[in-house]
């Protein structure tokens, strides 16, 4: 048996933290790799910043000043806004709103996409059907336009845009889980659980759900920086946090406003750009370590 073989045998968890080639042989490690230290240190340092603004940031993040548009100094080192507030304590207070509701959407939506598509896909039938048909439906609207539809019936808040990007976000689990299980659920050894005595809820969690978890894993990591995208742009478009509240996206949208004092957005621009890019790097590198078929499949 090769090792790429027996990689895909083990459970995700206990799988080789090791890049593999289509031959099976060990390649560069995942952990030397320069992405993928790259995005680790960035979201490191994001996490840090979000539990330790209070004490990083020199200034309070909603303290109006008479430093109008001031630019980058000393005192203030990405300049200020147009009521005097200091552009990089609101951008470090920003991560404290930004980074905590992205991976609570990104779990709230794999919770309900992961159980609707096991469900979905296990039992097969009518059930298989209502939530697939359902599935059709929300993908049938473009994802932000549906967002921007359900958040504004209910009112421009950070609530009700975190309930409306749920709404548009389950439906990818549901559906990528669906199709893993159907794979899965014929196996041998799933097949081997039921005459055993095993019920198909204990069969489904036992045996079908472990082997699902890495993809939904790698999915998950990738769609935190979908995530942040998604809750900067609702804010953006005056949808989600609602001033004076320290937030990248309605950052941005007042400092469209002012193109010429160009510090006021594009220091939580670039704050928005490196968090998705590091997720979008961490996603790829859990996608080598937990999915070598995939691995295989691109180098033909």
Not at 49 to 72: E, I, K, M, Y
Not at 178 to 197: D, P, Q
Request: net charge positive; hydrophobic share 50%; with cysteine.
């Amino acid at each position: 048996m090769s090792t790429l073989e027996q990689d895909r045998l083990r459970p995700f968890w206990r799988r080789s933290l090791r890049g593999r080639t289509p031959s099976g042989r060990g390649r560069t490690p995942i952990l030397r790799q320069p992405l993928t230290i790259i995005g680790i240190v960035v979201v490191l340092a994001w996490l840090l910043v979000a539990l330790f603004a209070p004490l990083l940031a020199t200034h309070d993040p909603l303290s109006q000043g008479s430093d109008a548009f001031r630019p980058p100094s000393g005192e203030h080192l990405m300049g200020t806004d147009d009521l005097g507030r200091d552009v990089l304590s609101r951008v470090l207070y920003g991560s404290r709103l930004s980074l905590p509701l992205a991976a609570l959407l990104v779990s709230l939506s794999l919770v309900v996409g992961a159980t609707l598509g096991a469900i979905a896909g296990y039992l097969g039938g009518w059930v298989d059907a209502v939530v697939m048909r359902l599935c059709d439906l929300l993908f049938a609207f473009p994802g932000i336009i549906l967002a921007m539809v359900v958040t504004a019936a209910l009112g421009p808040s950070i609530a009700n845009a975190m309930l409306a990007l749920v709404v548009i976000s389950w439906p990818w689990y549901a559906r990528i889980v669906r199709g893993l299980v159907l794979s899965i659920s014929g196996a041998e050894y799933v097949t081997a659980r039921r005459l055993l005595g095993a019920s198909a809820g204990q069969a489904l969690r036992s045996e079908v759900l472990p082997n699902v978890a890495g993809p939904l894993l790698v999915l998950a990591t990738l769609d935190l920086g979908g995530a942040v995208l998604l809750l900067s742009g609702l804010s953006f478009l005056g949808l989600g946090a609602q001033p004076p509240t320290a937030e990248w996206g309605s950052m941005v949208s007042h400092g469209t406003q002012y193109f010429q004092y160009w510090w006021v957005g594009t220091f939580p621009g670039l704050a928005i750009f490196s968090v998705v890019l590091a997720f979008n790097f961490l996603g790829d590198s859990l996608r080598d370590i937990f999915d070598p078929r995939t691995v295989k499949d691109i180098h033909g």
